[in-house]
Structures are given as C-alpha cells and as structure tokens.
T-cell receptor, first 115, second 113 residues
Framework: SAVISQKPSRDICQRGTSLTIQCQVD?????MFWYRQQPGQSLTLIAT?????????ESGFVIDKFPISRPNLTFSTLTVSNMSPEDSSIYLC????????????FGPGTRLLVL | GDSVTQMEGPVTLSEEAFLTINCTYT??????LFWYVQYPGEGLQLLLK?????DKGSNKGFEATYRKETTSFHLEKGSVQVSDSAVYFC????????????FGKGTTLSVSS
C-alpha cells in the first residue's frame, strides 16, 4: 500500500488568487493522478501527472488553469489558478504502483472554498 | 468510452437490514472493478475489488461478484450497521496499464438504529 499526504488539508481563498496543493507519497509510485470532487458529486479525473514530462489532461481541464508538476516519483503539485467560486471542491491526489495495474490509493484530499 | 452506472441514492435502511447497491459498467475488454467507501468527513478508502470475471471481492461483511455476462458488480451486505453509513462508489479501471479509475456517481447509505 501507499501512504499519501496532502497539504494544505483545507483552505479558504479569494477569487482571482491561486493555490498550490502538494502531494507526498511514502514510496516511489508509477502513476499519480489528480481528481476533483465537487460538493455532493463523484470524482472527476483532472489529469495524470507524468514524471519528467508534461501532465496529461482530461477533456475540460487545461494546463493554464491547473498546472501540475511532478519532479520525482514521490511528489506532485497541483495549482488551481485564477480561482472562482466554481472551483470550490475537494482535490484528491491518487497513486498506483507496480506498473499501474494495482490498487489505486487516495490522499485525504484538500478542501478548497473560494469566496 | 468506458463508464460506470450506480443506483441513485440515498438508500435508507434500518440496522441489520440487507443491503444491495447496484452497479453496472460499460467497457471494452476486461476491466478491473472496485468499490470505494467515503465515511463522513474522511477520505476515500478501498472496500473491495475484483480483477476478472466471476471473482468475488469481500471485506468487512461486504461482497461483490464480477459478472461479465450482465456487466455488473453489485455490492451486498447481509446485515448493515449504523457505522456503515457512508457514500459508496463503484469504479472501474480499463484493461490498460497506467489508466486512472473511472467512478460512478456514488450512493449515499444511511443506516438508523
């Protein structure tokens, strides 16, 4: 299994500002993903964070709005840029190991409220 | 594309009642199937999984069987407890290495004593 920590755990931000969320894993992992969970909704994949290259974004998500870094096999950041109240969500980091066919583990999430 | 459909909630049961939460999927090939649970105020936890047809995943009294003929992975528990109150998510991973989970909309279960 993998133990995942995220910082911050929650934040309240003003519209127009940006927030960077950190994800740290206790072991080297193959795949890292970022999801969004809007209030009362399911999880939507934002992007796959690729080590050493640009992230792969899902339809409806763009790099300018959600820049992602992954400098090594245990760490990634997601930035939510130029925030609006619609960005209020829980943002979750998720990982798999062993070639990406194993169980996918989730971090505790970052609860973001944009005023 | 691949997708997961879960029964609409909320599901409200009395303690010791039988639980079924329906989940069906659409996918090419042979995906892996999962149930995750999210307790109030907590993160997402893996409940059980099945990686091939006819596999049965089980944990904490919950069971689900991978039925390829009906493309289903229904979650069942014989006797629910108040502590089972949570949101349950059915998910699949397409049969392709390196792909992320695709989730259903989630089903809220509320168990009263």
């Amino acid at each position: 299994s993998a133990v995942i920590s995220q910082k911050p755990s929650r934040d309240i931000c003003q519209r127009g500002t940006s927030l960077t969320i950190q994800c740290q894993v206790d072991s080297q992992v193959t795949m890292m993903f970022w999801y969004r969970q809007q209030p009362g909704q399911s999880l939507t994949l934002i992007a796959t964070a690729n080590q050493g290259s640009e992230a792969t974004y899902e339809s409806g998500f763009v790099i300018d709005k959600f820049p992602i870094s992954r400098p090594n096999l245990t760490f990634s950041t997601l930035t939510v840029s130029n925030m609006s109240p619609e960005d209020s969500s829980i943002y979750l980091c998720s990982v798999t190991s062993a070639g990406g066919r194993e169980t996918q583990y989730f971090g505790p999430g970052t609860r973001l409220l944009v005023l | 594309g691949d997708s997961v459909t879960q029964m609409e909630g909320p599901v409200t049961l009395s303690e010791e009642a039988f639980l079924t939460i329906n989940c069906t999927y659409t996918a090419t090939g042979y995906p892996s199937l999962f149930w995750y649970v999210q307790y109030p105020g907590e993160g997402l936890q893996l409940l059980l999984k099945a990686t091939k047809a006819d596999d049965k995943g089980s944990n904490k009294g919950f069971e689900a069987t991978y039925r390829k003929e009906t493309t289903s992975f229904h979650l069942e528990k014989g006797s629910v407890q108040v502590s089972d109150s949570a949101v349950y998510f059915c998910a699949l991973r397409p049969n392709q290495a390196g792909t992320a989970l695709i989730f259903g909309k989630g089903t809220t279960l509320s168990v009263s004593s």
